[in-house]
């Protein structure tokens, strides 16, 4: 199973969101949209996002050290931590304040620049929709048959989930900014204006909040998949090996895993038996499931007292 980052999906969602912010933000100076101020802000927090991902997946790249001996790979999960508080409090929080605040103090759009926003909007829905195809083209070579809500759920690189939510909180967006915009522009009365930005607002604190929730697991350490731990243990047991007392696993970042086994053996094994099983099983565990990069086999003889032991 592979475990890519996806930088193809990353790369094209920063050169969507880059040109995007820029003509947002020139149409909200040109009307004063809540609306398009909002939007402007949402894509130069997903630009910074898609900088923090790109700068994760180099740092994690790294060399182990004496005082890191496992490498740096979970520091991928840390960036995409931290995409979920940016998107929260820069994306989200900030929204929500400018809803309130043209809540309380709406007002009607130049209509000298009414058609602006409409057109940078409508351009906009289709470099997202493009950069969000992109995205799901690059985890569509990953996902398999799980839906999309699964292969969220259990990514171990956090980088397509990060970027599928963005896109997909980006285009609601957009269209909720459309509907916005155009009510007003239609009814001259900005409290529209003001609602778009609202939803805005309040979709961007829901991806945010689920980003946060998908990280943190992987921040505290996931075991393997059910597909690899079924790999594994199948392939821990052949000559030598009897059986699998105990087994975990946990990764060390998205294409390393760490696995640590107690298996068992016969008595009559002499320890360089023991040793050429135990190298045997690590070479066929290596084979079924190449990310196992850190394995640790501990041989003992089987008893169920010691197999019901947590």
């Not at 592979?2 to 040109?19: D, R, T």
């Not at 398009?36 to 997946?57: C, R, T």
């Not at 060399?63 to 960036?79: C, K, L």
């Not at 998949?225 to 990764?251: F, N, Q, W």
């Amino acid at each position: 199973m592979a475990h890519g980052g996806g930088s193809k999906a990353i790369v094209a969602a920063l050169a969507a969101n880059l040109s995007i912010a820029v003509l947002k933000f020139l149409a909200y100076l040109l009307t004063l949209s809540s609306s398009m101020l909002a939007e402007s802000v949402h894509s130069l927090a997903d630009s910074g996002n898609q900088f923090l991902l790109l700068i994760g997946g180099k740092r994690s790249k790294r060399q182990a050290s004496a005082e890191h001996p496992f490498g740096y790979g979970r520091e991928r999960y840390v960036y995409a931590f931290l995409v979920s508080i940016i998107l929260f409090s820069v994306g989200g929080v900030f929204a929500l304040y400018e809803a309130y605040s043209k809540w309380q103090h709406p007002h009607a759009m130049d209509a000298r620049w009414a058609w602006v926003p409409l057109v940078v909007l409508v351009g906009s829905i289709l470099l997202e929709g493009n950069s969000f195809r992109t995205a799901i083209k690059e985890s569509n070579h990953t996902r398999g048959s799980k839906t999309w809500a699964q292969f969220i759920r259990t990514a171990k690189a956090p980088e397509l989930p990060a970027v599928l939510l963005e896109d997909a909180a980006a285009l609601l967006g957009l269209v909720f900014a459309l509907l916005g915009v155009t009510m007003t522009i239609v009814t001259g009365n900005g409290h529209w204006d003001a609602a778009g930005t609202g939803l805005i607002g309040l979709l961007l604190v829901a991806v945010a909040v689920v980003l946060a929730m998908e990280t943190k697991s992987l921040l505290l350490g996931e075991a393997a998949t059910e597909e690899d731990l079924r790999a594994i243990e199948a392939s821990l047991v052949g000559p030598g090996v009897s059986g699998i007392i105990h087994l975990k696993t946990l990764h060390l970042g998205p294409e390393e895993l760490l696995v640590a086994a107690k298996i068992a053996v016969t008595e009559a094994e002499t320890g360089a038996q023991i040793a050429q099983a135990i190298d045997a099983a690590e070479k066929r565990v290596r084979s079924a499931v190449p990310i196992a990069k850190v394995i640790y086999l501990e041989p003992d003889i089987y008893s169920a007292a010691k197999a019901a032991q947590p």
